[in-house]
């Protein structure tokens, strides 16, 4: 199938300056080849605020027609989120195709989901995003109001298409609780096992695939594209102290992310919620790191997720020189230097997720009947949570001294002596 030929648009307003528009444009060009477009126009207006009408003003539209019918343009994609009535003012005074930001990342999102679950979450996300767009599409359909002259087959058709439109989105809504739920008794399964969460969050391409494929051992597709993961991937990991987590990687952030997507990722994103550490993954040489930092912050906050334990990981640090590379750790201290790629910095990285997790960690000391079922259980997951330093039998007793966990202290309360000074 041919590429579509795409022109990008874009505004300057008072607070926004140049470069970040450039920048915004860039990113929307990349958005834009991950749909499997072709950008072959640019066009940035510098206006105080966006017309309420047209978003350009009607002298820039007419010139933006006439740049996209000299340079065979197929669709026009605008770097913000269109009114349904600037949508309906630009697509009447233009022939081509004409979408906006939210639009192209949800057909992304459409495009890329797999499983069934991702699949009605981008589905809601859509049926959302239409509701309020129906009016418009064509003459016919947008006949609303009452009284003289405004009844008929046009209405019937809205109101049809509506009701239609509501009752999916109430349908979709209760498939995704109960894909709540399940999610919800799988954290407490793992909550019970005492296997802590380590969730991989991060702007979209900062490389969170590719870091936990380094710390899992799989090979989960990893591309340059944008969103190629909006599916969580799940797996444990094994520490060097026999302690086991479970290593969860997220679907990419980005700025101004569509509020559809976060609404009906809720039950995605609560992973990230619930998680006992998040590993915030940070391309360390992608213009306008602080900007895309600050973007995923604010997208966590909206989610819930702002107070979960967390720890800023710079990754693709292989890409920079030395001076940059102390630069960064001068000004980002508590942060780590990885390169996911290579494998640089994976040692230190385990170790501080370790440190983390192991701030919740005592040190006691167990005496257990290995005759007595219950005990043996204790046992069996001290050695698989826990850190053992000593152990020793006598007269068919076992003393054990060990660093656990303090989510397995409930269990381990018979025959317990805390150890910690």
Same mark, same amino acid.
């Given at each position: 199938?041919?590429?579509?030929?795409?022109?990008?648009?874009?505004?300057?307003?008072?607070?926004?300056?140049?470069?970040?528009? /450039?920048?915004?444009?860039?990113?929307?060009?990349?958005?834009?080849?991950?749909?499997?477009?072709?950008?072959?126009?640019?066009?940035?207006?510098?206006?105080?605020?966006?017309?309420?009408? =047209?978003?350009?003003?009607?002298?820039?539209?007419?010139?933006?027609?006439?740049?996209?019918?000299?340079?065979?343009?197929?669709?026009?994609?605008?770097?913000?989120?269109?009114?349904?009535?600037?949508?309906?003012?630009?697509?009447?005074?233009?022939?081509?195709?004409?979408?906006?930001?939210?639009?192209?990342?949800?057909?992304?999102?459409?495009?890329?989901?797999?499983?069934? /679950?991702?699949?009605?979450? %981008?589905?809601?996300?859509?049926?959302?995003?239409?509701?309020?767009?129906?009016?418009?599409?064509?003459?016919?359909?947008?006949?609303?109001?009452?009284?003289?002259?405004?009844?008929?087959?046009?209405?019937?058709?809205?109101?049809?298409?509506?009701?239609?439109?509501?009752?999916?989105?109430?349908?979709?809504?209760?498939?995704? /609780?109960?894909?709540?739920?399940?999610?919800?008794?799988?954290?407490?399964?793992?909550?019970?096992?005492?296997?802590? =969460?380590?969730?991989?969050?991060?702007?979209?391409?900062?490389?969170?695939?590719?870091?936990?494929?380094?710390?899992?051992?799989?090979?989960?597709? %990893?591309?340059?594209?944008?969103?190629?993961?909006?599916?969580?991937?799940?797996?444990r990991v094994r520490l060097a102290d026999h302690r086991e987590l479970l290593v969860s990687d997220t679907v990419g952030?980005?700025?101004?992310?569509?509020?559809?997507?976060?609404?009906?990722?809720?039950? =995605?994103l609560e992973e990230v919620v619930a998680a006992d550490l998040l590993l915030h993954v940070i391309d360390a040489g992608?213009?306008?790191?602080?900007?895309?930092?600050?973007? %995923?912050?604010? =997208?966590?906050?909206?989610?819930?997720?702002?107070?979960?334990?967390?720890?800023?990981?710079?990754?693709?640090?292989?890409?920079?020189?030395?001076?940059?590379?102390?630069?960064?750790?001068?000004?980002?201290?508590?942060?780590?230097?990885?390169?996911?790629?290579?494998?640089?910095?994976?040692?230190?990285?385990?170790?501080?997720?370790?440190?983390r997790l192991g701030l919740d960690v005592r040190r006691i000391v167990v005496k257990l009947t290995p005759g007595i079922?219950?005990?043996?259980?204790?046992?069996?997951?001290?050695?698989?949570?826990?850190?053992?330093?000593?152990?020793?039998?006598?007269?068919?007793?076992?003393?054990?001294?060990?660093?656990?966990?303090?989510?397995?202290?409930?269990?381990?309360?018979?025959?317990?002596?805390?150890?910690?000074?």
């Open positions: 199938m041919k590429a579509e030929r795409a022109a990008l648009v874009g505004l300057i307003t008072g607070p926004v300056r140049r470069t970040e528009a /450039e920048r915004s444009l860039d990113e929307l060009a990349g958005l834009a080849t991950a749909a499997g477009a072709s950008v072959v126009l640019r066009v940035l207006q510098e206006r105080d605020r966006p017309d309420a009408g =047209t978003f350009l003003g009607s002298g820039k539209i007419a010139t933006l027609g006439v740049a996209c019918d000299e340079t065979d343009v197929d669709l026009v994609v605008f770097d913000n989120e269109l009114t349904p009535a600037q949508l309906r003012q630009i697509e009447s005074r233009l022939s081509q195709k004409v979408i906006d930001r939210t639009q192209l990342i949800l057909d992304i999102f459409a495009a890329r989901a797999r499983t069934r /679950e991702g699949k009605l979450q %981008v589905e809601l996300a859509q049926l959302k995003y239409l509701m309020p767009r129906l009016v418009g599409g064509s003459d016919w359909l947008s006949r609303l109001g009452g009284g003289i002259g405004t009844r008929g087959p046009g209405e019937t058709k809205l109101e049809a298409d509506r009701r239609r439109i509501r009752q999916r989105i109430t349908h979709l809504n209760g498939q995704l /609780e109960d894909v709540r739920k399940r999610r919800l008794q799988l954290r407490e399964r793992r909550h019970k096992a005492s296997v802590p =969460t380590v969730a991989l969050v991060g702007y979209t391409n900062a490389g969170k695939t590719t870091l936990f494929n380094l710390l899992a051992g799989e090979q989960a597709v %990893v591309s340059d594209a944008l969103f190629v993961t909006l599916d969580p991937l799940v797996r952030f980005i700025d101004r992310l569509p509020h559809t997507l976060v609404a009906a990722f809720r039950a =995605t992608t213009p306008g790191m602080e900007h895309r930092v600050a973007a %995923v912050r604010r =997208t966590l906050d909206e989610v819930g997720a702002g107070e979960v334990l967390s720890a800023d990981v710079f990754n693709k640090c292989d890409l920079l020189d030395t001076a940059e590379r102390e630069r960064l750790q001068r000004r980002e201290p508590e942060a780590l230097c990885i390169s996911a790629t290579t494998g640089f910095g994976r040692a230190e990285l385990v170790d501080a997720i370790t440190a079922e219950a005990d043996r259980q204790r046992m069996a997951q001290i050695y698989r949570f826990g850190r053992v330093e000593q152990h020793t039998e006598h007269d068919d007793q076992v003393w054990i001294e060990a660093d656990v966990p303090r989510r397995l202290w409930s269990r381990l309360q018979r025959g317990v002596e805390d150890s910690d000074e």
